[in-house]
């Protein structure tokens, strides 16, 4: 599952019409954003924190916010009331179960349908000459 090299893995999972009332149940998200990180074997630096959108100010963006601070990076989510649409990233300094993070969601919101993206961060980060490489520099600057 974890490459050499490779500083850091993200799952990024978009969570379509999820449960009805979990995008706006606080509580849940926040139960959610306790729970996963245990679940992975991870460690928190700091409990979650959970913010309400302004769905009067902005309507089509009503719904939380959150993360928990990872030893290892973080978890946000974000929801979106207006659609029951949920999106969130797991982002890890070590290798984790995506299938089982995929999992957690799924029994946490019941999405009719996600979609799933993988990441790998960092793939020049330990380059063993100590400039971090060079090849995917010079992609980036194409």
């Known amino acids: 599952m974890s490459k050499p090299g490779v500083f850091g893995y993200e799952l990024l999972l978009d969570l379509y019409d999820c449960r009805d009332g979990v995008c706006d149940d606080l509580t849940h998200c926040y139960n959610f954003l306790d729970e ?7 460690e928190k630096q700091a409990p979650p924190s959970v913010f309400r959108s302004d769905g009067v100010r902005f309507p089509d963006k009503a719904g939380l916010s959150g ?12 929801t979106l009331i207006p659609k029951d649409f ?15 993070a995929e999992e957690f969601c799924r029994r ?14 960092g793939l020049d980060y330990y380059a063993s000459d100590g400039s971090y490489g060079s090849s995917h520099k010079e992609l980036a600057h194409k």
């Open 36 to 42: 996963i990180v245990g679940f992975l074997g991870m």
């Open 67 to 78: 993360w928990v601070p990872l030893i290892e990076s973080s978890v946000v989510i974000h």
């Open 86 to 100: 949920i999106t969130v990233d797991i982002y890890c300094c070590r290798a984790f179960d995506r299938k089982k």
């Open 108 to 121: 946490f919101f019941a999405p009719k349908r996600v979609e799933t993206q993988f990441v790998e961060r």
